[in-house]
């Protein structure tokens, strides 16, 4: 058997394109795997010619990944052309009325990928999806689906050497530090983690300090200047740190030297940060949304769209170390017991196995 593994952009620092060299990898010693991609920028990955792909997805005994998460206008010519089994790695699409006020691009592209589902689910009833959470398969009404979670890159983060400067500059500061690593992005929830600073000072003293990490998209220009305005006109500056994107060592430092993290999306397919964090020894405090609660885990901190329960939350953990080491035990054992890289390797090949029929 021969696997083409598809997406329309493969990076070396985006989530998905990890979750499609992990499926590479724990596929190699079991078929002929193939990549197919309009652009390619992780070195060792090359995308096949598109004589090459509709080859391969033309003889029937052959299978297809095709990894969606967005609207991908080639998408739709080139699934035609499979005659080959059909598997969805379905990553789930952000709903369009987040990038409303935003971008005019981001939305419609947004709407066209929901509508790409939609087609899909339609146009290919044989077809096997693949969630990455019970939250993304929730909405596959009709299809034939199964759980994954994706393939992490955590085993080389974990072994990345941290930026010692910035882990001792934090480990100096005595203040409470919470960190949220994500895409500065409407459905993030950072202006719900600004109200959440803003309150617990109001409650419990200004000695706390949120690290914001992530990429900055100059397409959403006007949602960074609130976010900025905010921070700005609430006398936050000191208390605020919006970081953009970051290398590695500096990311680990900000996981090994941070006291909490915190996520309050309202819409997440599965937040691959939220195990990261677990895996570094923090306590997770998300908000009861979308896919957070599954991949948290149980006896993990779950919370509703008060920013006061956040506060509170935050301030009873910092005085009971306890119940806060309580919570790092049980998120490390959340991310062994469901997404170390071996274990989703055996449930990917059991759920391929299943669906193509052949022993893997």
């Known amino acids: 058997m021969k696997a083409v593994v598809m997406q329309q952009t493969i990076a070396a620092?985006?989530?998905?394109?990890?979750?499609?060299?992990?499926?590479?990898?724990?596929?190699?010693?079991?078929?002929?795997?193939?990549?197919?991609?309009?652009y390619s920028f992780l070195p060792g990955v090359h995308?096949?010619?598109?004589?090459?792909?509709?080859?391969?997805?033309?003889?029937?005994?052959?299978?297809?990944?095709?990894?969606?998460?967005?609207?991908?206008?080639?998408g739709d010519d080139l699934l035609k052309r499979a005659k080959c089994r059909i598997a969805f790695k379905y990553h789930n699409v952000t709903p369009p009325e987040y990038f409303r006020n935003y971008n005019e691009k981001y939305h419609r592209f947004c709407s066209l990928g929901m509508d790409q589902t939609d087609r899909f689910l339609k146009g290919y009833p044989e077809a096997f999806w693949i969630g990455d959470s019970e939250f993304n398969i929730s909405g596959l009404s009709g299809a034939r689906t199964e759980v994954?979670?994706?393939?992490?890159?955590?085993?080389?983060?974990?072994?990345?050497?941290?930026?010692?400067?910035?882990?001792?500059?934090?480990?100096?500061?005595?203040?409470?530090?919470?960190?949220?690593?994500?895409?500065?992005?409407?459905?993030?929830?950072?202006?719900?983690?600004?109200?959440?600073?803003k309150n617990y000072i109001s409650k419990y003293g200004d000695n706390i300090c949120l690290y914001m990490v992530g990429k900055k998209d100059r397409h959403l220009e006007l949602y960074l200047k609130e976010l900025d305005f905010l921070v700005k006109s609430q006398r936050l500056s000191g208390n605020i740190k919006m970081i953009g994107d970051i290398n590695s060592a500096r990311l680990v430092s900000y996981y090994r030297g941070c006291d909490f993290f915190i996520c309050a999306s309202s819409h997440e397919g599965f937040c691959m940060p939220v195990i990261e964090a677990q895996y570094f020894g923090l306590p997770v405090i998300v908000r009861r949304s979308s896919a957070l609660p599954d991949t948290a885990g149980a006896d993990q901190v779950l919370l509703s769209d008060d920013s006061a329960e956040y506060a509170a939350a935050v301030k009873l953990l910092s005085d009971k170390p306890d119940l806060r080491n309580y919570l790092v035990d049980n998120g490390f054992k959340n991310f062994m017991r469901r997404f170390d890289n071996t274990t989703i390797k055996a449930r990917f090949l059991d759920i391929i196995s299943g669906f193509a029929g052949v022993d893997l």
């Open 47 to 74: 995308s096949i010619s598109k004589n090459e792909y509709e080859d391969t997805v033309s003889d029937s005994a052959n299978l297809l990944i095709y990894h969606h998460s967005f609207y991908w206008k080639a």
């Open 13 to 38: 620092n985006d989530a998905i394109s990890k979750d499609v060299t992990g499926m590479l990898s724990a596929l190699e010693d079991r078929a002929e795997c193939r990549v197919y991609c309009d």
């Open 148 to 197: 994954c979670p994706p393939f992490n890159g955590l085993n080389e983060l974990g072994s990345v050497v941290p930026d010692d400067r910035l882990l001792e500059r934090l480990k100096k500061d005595k203040r409470i530090k919470l960190l949220f690593v994500g895409r500065y992005a409407p459905n993030k929830g950072h202006k719900f983690l600004i109200d959440v600073v």
